[in-house]
């Protein structure tokens, strides 16, 4: 067995041994697991939506070309 799988192993039956002699602990380590991932799905939001962030800044800057040139051909009555 390589090192890993042992840590992952002994860190496994340390949480079920835990579980078993405690009831709350099942509890508590699902909360930990939704605030983990609503942490990630958090920190994901603020980088992707980020106004100082360059691919933002990207696609708000083709968003508004295809705009104007909607709104162009549009007054020049190519729609």
């Known amino acids: 067995m390589s090192p890993i799988m042992l840590t992952w192993f002994t860190l496994g039956a340390i949480v079920i041994y835990a579980m078993a002699q405690d009831p709350n602990v099942g509890a508590w380590i699902f909360l930990q697991y939704k605030r983990l991932n609503l942490e990630m799905e958090r920190r ?6 980020h106004p100082e ?3 933002t800044k990207y696609s708000i800057h083709r968003n508004s070309f295809k705009l104007a040139k909607k709104i162009l051909d549009k007054q020049k009555g190519k729609h």
Not at 44 to 49: E, I, Q
């Open 44 to 49: 994901w939001m603020m980088l992707k939506y």
């Open 53 to 55: 962030a360059p691919w």
